[in-house]
């Protein structure tokens, strides 16, 4: 039988990065939701503000200033591939 929890695919975080007592729940939440887009061997996704802010349910100046801590922390690298162009979300952690 399989697991209908993942039947549609899931994404594998970090205990050091779940654990962390200064990362607060939100940048937690987000992080999580970034591992269920990362490729698994480079750890790269390519998932847009809006997109995260709808699927998350948060605005997204939200978003954006947990991208700016989760960069800040060193949990995540965020690479910018042009004007109008979605970034690259790198989890380092």
Same mark, same amino acid.
């Given at each position: 039988m399989k697991n209908a929890r993942i039947k549609d695919g899931f994404g594998m975080v970090s205990n050091t990065v779940i654990r962390d007592a200064d990362l607060s729940l939100k940048e937690k939440g987000l992080y999580a939701y970034l591992?269920?887009?990362a490729n698994s061997k480079t750890n790269e996704c390519t998932v847009g503000i809006d997109k995260m802010a709808s699927e998350c349910g948060i605005d997204q100046s939200t978003i954006k *200033?947990? $991208?700016k801590t989760l960069k800040e922390k *060193?949990?995540? $690298?965020?690479?910018q591939r042009g004007i109008n162009t979605t970034a690259i979300t790198i989890l380092l952690k």
């Open positions: 591992a269920t887009y *200033r947990i $991208l *060193r949990v995540i $690298l965020r690479v």
